[in-house]
């Protein structure tokens, strides 16, 4: 059995709490990602006639508002230092997400 360790505790809490940092700021970074791309189209199209390309990008500001989000963080996920345990079902759970959300757009 292993003995308590008040350091390898800190050091657990380091370590998560560097993850979901890490995390956190990916999720930032899709989201500006996503503005960035919604505003450079946005000015693209700002002059267009063309109504399909208008509507195209309409339908697409709902359903990118969280999908570049997600995958961000199916990105950063493998590059933190979590431990497998918790690497594994989560990244399970985001491609999950991702299909999901993709198919019931």
Known sequence: MESFSV????????TLLFSLGVLAGSTLI???VYRLLLGFFS??????T???RLMLLK??????RYLFPLLALLIA???????????????????LCVIG???GC
């Not at 000015?43 to 267009?48: A, G, M, P, T, Y």
């Not at 339908?59 to 990118?64: H, L, N």
């Open 7 to 14: 350091s390898a505790l800190s050091g657990d809490a380091r």
């Open 30 to 32: 899709g989201i500006v």
């Open 43 to 48: 000015r693209l199209l700002r002059n267009s």
């Open 50 to 52: 063309s109504t399909r």
């Open 59 to 64: 339908q697409t500001r709902p359903p990118a």
């Open 77 to 95: 996920l493998p590059r933190t230092p979590l431990p497998e345990r918790f690497k594994g079902p989560s990244e399970h759970f985001l491609t």
């Open 101 to 103: 959300y993709s198919a």
